[in-house]
C-alpha cells in the first residue's frame, strides 16, 4: 500500500546561535509551513553562426520561507524553540555574560552589525515516528543549508492566531538531501 505524507508531516530545524555546530539545531514549534525553491540560471553561448540555441550552466541558487503560529503548544514543551525566541534572536541586542553592550542580533541590532548566517533543516517524517527530543526514524527526508532570513513579517489580526512569515536566501550549495 503507498504511504502518503501530509502538511502535518513537515518540520523545521534552525539554528541561529552557532550555524557551524550541527549538533545545536533546534526544532521550530509550532510552524504552519515552510517551502524551498531551486533555480539553476543559465547563459547563452549561442554564436551568430549556430542554428540552434547553446547555453552553459550558470549559478544554482535557492530560497524559501515558511510560517511560524505565536502560541505555546504545552507546559513541557521546553525543547522546542518559540515564536518568542526567534522573535528575540531576530531583533532583540545579544547580551555576552559579564558584558553590558548588546554585540548585535540576528537581523543586526546595530548599523555596523550584520545580520548572522543560520544554519536551518526542513524535514519531512513518517507520520508518528518522531520523539519529543527530534530522534526521527531512518525513514525520514531533510534537506539542510547555511541561509540568510531575508524578511520576517508578524501578522496580528482579531479572531487569527498572530503569525510571522520568513523569508530566507541559501548561502552556498545545499548541505544534505535525504529526499
Sequence with gaps: ?????????????????????????????????WNISFS?????????????????????????GGTLLYYELDADNDSDTTFGEIMK???????????????G???????????????????????GTTDRDGTVDTDSENIEFYAYITGFQVTCSVGEIITGNFTFEGHGPVLGNTF
Design 1 to 33: 500500500m503507498a504511504s502518503y505524507r501530509s502538511g502535518q508531516n513537515g518540520q523545521l530545524f534552525i539554528n541561529t546561535t552557532n550555524p557551524t555546530n550541527f549538533k545545536t539545531i533546534e526544532r521550530i514549534q509550532p510552524i504552519r509551513d
Design 105 to 127: 542580533a540576528f537581523w543586526g541590532y546595530r548599523a555596523e552589525s550584520p545580520p548572522t548566517m543560520v544554519r536551518m533543516k526542513l524535514r519531512i517524517y513518517p507520520g
Design 40 to 64: 539553476q540560471s543559465v547563459i547563452d553561448t549561442t554564436c551568430l553562426a549556430s542554428k540552434d540555441k547553446t547555453i552553459y550552466p550558470g549559478v544554482r541558487s535557492f530560497s524559501g
Design 89 to 103: 534572536a531576530l531583533i532583540s541586542p545579544a547580551q555576552e555574560k559579564g558584558n553590558d553592550n548588546p554585540q
